[in-house]
């Protein structure tokens, strides 16, 4: 085998191929994995702390509005002072007859907010004063004085306490409107005397508190805690027995915003965010496993497109190596020729690489025996030198010219850097070509596109001709069919330039005149006849049915045009023209809408 890879120089060029292609595409795939994985991550970091910090403001706000709500009863103060006062002198009469105004404003506040429960009125020994909820009153005699909420609430002297989810002591066991709750509550003073009278309390539902928090769609096996101040769980999107106490004092014990723990059901990527001024902790966790889950995703996907380049590159590979082979397999059938006595035989001369110098050596050797051939055998000589030139009048000059020049030029000077860069453009044309996504792109994206492909062509033909480009930035993030510009690229190089010598040039300009911008591909080449001008653009103004049934030589053109009028109207599209100095353009009219990024 290695016998065999040293004789054959096209097992040599094509594993070289194979080598400088596989190697760079496998550590290009290998590290975008591992960055599509990190940015995975790291994305679902930022989300998920963004969410938690939405949510965050929600509950706070939520929690402003009932404080606010609470000083409300301020606005009709003395019906509640009165009712309050009465109450603790014992005026039996008093305290009837200020019942009603004060029961009244209460109910009102509550039916005027609908995300209030229920409203409570105390008096300074917990008894129950006013009880009404959005589903009636139903209370038992029970006072609260020695409950913890009530005396904090006291010594707190006007200010609001935050009570945690709660079921009212004071409301039957029995009764449906016992539901839980979380609660305001503060003093009411008497500010003509500052001194304190009893205690309002507001309730909203727990239900109704989280009810935006709810609604939100976690991802799968993803858990939420809301956690209060005394480490009770007040919401929780899972069941409580699907964490331990140990995983929940892991959560709470977490350092930063957002981390890793270890818990009984693995690796946990947590957010944790707190609610300052209640001292309340907003929790999410998801098992790292999810994220891993998804980054196999990703990793199909990543490996299908190595394979996928892979394969094109051992395409690739075979064609470059049969490209080079086969010049010199003609090099070496025309040496045996020589070696079995065929003078006749020449090797065409063209460019400057090394195929070009063995052919020089070539008919430079062939030359000499002529030569010699002449001095010693003269006569014959003589008719051999008719033969010659018979046989060289008949030969096409450029046979091995447009082979060699063409292929080896690029692949073969040992500049395999350029051909690597060569490579990488073909597979960023394949790529773009075989790509179904949008099917309006960025001027900027396709004037990449195209000045790869103008590489690939410079290669080819050398400085044959130039290239040149007038491109306002304006117009970069401007809108364009994709694939639009490379057909008519491909007509000036093939029409225009190629039947050129040299001092060929062609021209790219994209320039913005108000709600339009307008791209302008010129060359200097062969030109247009006048009837052939007029034909396209006669075509270029008929509707797509009547081009259909014609036949034309100027197929890509009218493609081209016709998908720009279908995208953006009948306004837009192609126009042929011939310039003051004879260059052929394509005037090509499109709106100036900006992509949205």
Same mark, same amino acid.
């Given at each position: 085998?290695?016998?065999?890879?040293?004789?054959?120089?096209?097992?040599?060029?094509?594993?070289?191929?194979?080598?400088?292609?596989?190697?760079?595409?496998l550590l290009f795939g290998s590290l975008s994995y591992t960055m599509s994985t990190r940015t995975l991550e790291q994305e679902y970091r930022n989300a998920q702390s963004n969410l938690n910090?939405?949510?965050?403001?929600?509950?706070?706000?939520?929690?402003?509005?009932?404080?606010?709500?609470?000083?409300?009863?301020?606005?009709?103060?003395?019906?509640?002072?009165?009712?309050?006062?009465?109450?603790?002198?014992?005026?039996?009469?008093?305290?009837?007859?200020?019942?009603?105004?004060?029961?009244?404003?209460?109910?009102?506040?509550?039916?005027?907010?609908?995300?209030?429960?229920?409203?409570?009125?105390?008096?300074?020994?917990?008894?129950?004063?006013?009880?009404?909820?959005?589903?009636?009153?139903?209370?038992?005699?029970?006072?609260?004085?020695?409950?913890?909420?009530?005396?904090?609430?006291?010594?707190?002297?006007?200010?609001?306490?935050?009570?945690?989810?709660?079921?009212?002591?004071?409301?039957?066991?029995?009764?449906?409107?016992?539901?839980?709750?979380?609660?305001?509550?503060?003093?009411?003073?008497?500010?003509?005397?500052?001194?304190?009278?009893?205690?309002?309390?507001?309730?909203?539902?727990?239900?109704?508190?989280?009810?935006?928090?709810?609604?939100?769609?976690?991802?799968?096996?993803?858990?939420?805690?809301?956690?209060?101040?005394?480490?009770?769980?007040?919401?929780?999107?899972?069941?409580?027995?699907?964490?331990?106490?140990?995983?929940?004092?892991?959560?709470?014990?977490?350092?930063?915003?957002?981390?890793?723990?270890?818990?009984?059901?693995?690796?946990?990527?947590?957010?944790?965010?707190?609610?300052?001024?209640?001292?309340?902790?907003?929790?999410?966790?998801?098992?790292?496993?999810?994220?891993?889950?998804?980054?196999?995703?990703?990793?199909?996907?990543?490996?299908?497109?190595?394979?996928?380049?892979?394969?094109?590159?051992?395409?690739?590979?075979?064609?470059?190596?049969?490209?080079?082979?086969?010049?010199?397999?003609?090099?070496?059938?025309?040496?045996?020729?020589?070696?079995?006595?065929?003078?006749?035989?020449?090797?065409?001369?063209?460019?400057?690489?090394?195929?070009?110098?063995?052919?020089?050596?070539?008919?430079?050797?062939?030359?000499?025996?002529?030569?010699?051939?002449?001095?010693?055998?003269?006569?014959?000589?003589?008719?051999?030198?008719?033969?010659?030139?018979?046989?060289?009048?008949?030969?096409?000059?450029?046979?091995?010219?447009?082979?060699?020049?063409?292929?080896?030029?690029?692949?073969?000077?040992?500049?395999?850097?350029?051909?690597?860069?060569?490579?990488?453009?073909?597979?960023?044309?394949?790529?773009?070509?075989?790509?179904?996504?949008?099917?309006?792109?960025?001027?900027?994206?396709?004037?990449?596109?195209?000045?790869?492909?103008?590489?690939?062509?410079?290669?080819?033909?050398?400085?044959?001709?130039?290239?040149?480009?007038?491109?306002?930035?304006?117009?970069?993030?401007?809108?364009?069919?994709?694939? #639009? +510009?490379?057909? =008519?690229?491909?007509? $000036?190089? *093939?029409?225009?330039?190629?039947?050129?010598?040299? /001092?060929?040039? @062609?021209?790219?300009?994209?320039?913005?005149?108000?709600?339009?911008?307008?791209?302008?591909?010129?060359?200097?080449?062969?030109?247009?006849?006048?009837?052939?001008?007029?034909?396209?653009?006669?075509?270029?103004?008929?509707?797509?049915?009547?081009?259909?049934?014609?036949?034309?030589? #100027? +197929?890509?053109? =009218?493609?081209?045009? $016709?998908? *720009?009028?279908?995208?953006?109207?009948?306004?837009? /599209?192609?126009? @042929?023209?011939?310039?003051?100095?004879?260059?052929?353009?394509?005037?090509?009219?499109?709106?100036?809408?900006?992509?949205?990024?």
């Open positions: 085998m290695l016998r065999f890879i040293r004789k054959s120089i096209k097992i040599k060029l094509f594993s070289l191929y194979i080598i400088g292609i596989t190697i760079p595409i910090r939405q949510i965050v403001k929600t509950l706070e706000e939520n929690i402003k509005n009932m404080t606010r709500q609470s000083m409300a009863v301020y606005a009709n103060s003395d019906d509640i002072v009165n009712l309050l006062a009465a109450s603790a002198s014992g005026r039996l009469a008093d305290t009837v007859a200020s019942y009603g105004p004060a029961s009244n404003f209460l109910y009102s506040l509550l039916q005027g907010n609908d995300r209030l429960y229920a409203v409570s009125l105390l008096s300074m020994e917990g008894k129950v004063l006013y009880y009404s909820s959005k589903q009636g009153s139903s209370i038992n005699l029970q006072q609260v004085a020695d409950e913890a909420w009530f005396q904090e609430t006291l010594a707190r002297k006007g200010m609001p306490l935050l009570i945690e989810p709660h079921y009212k002591s004071y409301i039957d066991n029995k009764s449906p409107n016992n539901k839980a709750v979380l609660s305001i509550s503060r003093t009411i003073i008497d500010f003509t005397n500052s001194k304190p009278l009893g205690v309002v309390v507001f309730d909203q539902e727990v239900s109704q508190f989280v009810q935006n928090v709810s609604d939100t769609e976690w991802e799968r096996n993803q858990q939420f805690r809301i956690i209060g101040s005394s480490g009770a769980s007040i919401y929780s999107n899972t069941e409580a027995t699907e964490t331990s106490d140990d995983d929940l004092q892991l959560l709470l014990q977490g350092a930063g915003e957002s981390f890793r723990v270890e818990s009984d059901a693995g690796s946990l990527l947590v957010h944790s965010n707190t609610l300052e001024n209640y001292g309340w902790k907003v929790i999410t966790s998801i098992p790292a496993e999810e994220l891993s889950r998804k980054s196999l995703f990703l990793r199909d996907i990543h490996l299908s497109l190595l394979l996928f380049l892979i394969l094109i590159a051992f395409l690739l590979s075979i064609f470059f190596t049969y490209l080079v082979n086969k010049p010199m397999k003609h090099l070496l059938l025309s040496l045996r020729k020589l070696g079995k006595g065929d003078f006749k035989t020449r090797v065409a001369i063209g460019g400057e690489d090394e195929f070009s110098q063995i052919g020089t050596t070539f008919n430079g050797m062939v030359e000499n025996m002529e030569r010699l051939i002449q001095e010693n055998y003269q006569k014959d000589m003589l008719k051999n030198q008719a033969e010659f030139d018979a046989l060289q009048s008949q030969i096409n000059p450029h046979f091995l010219f447009n082979t060699l020049s063409s292929i080896l030029a690029v692949l073969n000077k040992r500049d395999y850097e350029r051909s690597s860069t060569m490579l990488r453009s073909l597979s960023d044309l394949f790529r773009y070509s075989l790509n179904r996504g949008a099917a309006i792109v960025a001027f900027q994206e396709e004037l990449a596109h195209i000045q790869k492909y103008l590489y690939i062509q410079s290669c080819r033909f050398g400085s044959k001709y130039k290239v040149g480009y007038d491109i306002d930035e304006e117009v970069l993030a401007n809108g364009i069919v994709r694939l #639009s +510009l490379q057909p =008519l690229v491909e007509n $000036a190089i *093939i029409h225009g330039l190629e039947p050129l010598k040299r /001092g060929g040039e @062609l021209k790219i300009t994209a320039k913005a005149f108000g709600d339009h911008y307008y791209i302008y591909i010129v060359n200097n080449g062969v030109g247009i006849s006048d009837g052939k001008l007029n034909e396209i653009n006669d075509k270029l103004q008929q509707s797509a049915d009547i081009r259909e049934r014609s036949q034309s030589d #100027s +197929l890509g053109m =009218l493609n081209v045009d $016709a998908r *720009i009028k279908l995208y953006y109207g009948k306004e837009f /599209g192609l126009r @042929l023209y011939r310039g003051n100095t004879g260059e052929t353009g394509v005037k090509i009219t499109l709106p100036a809408r900006r992509l949205a990024t």
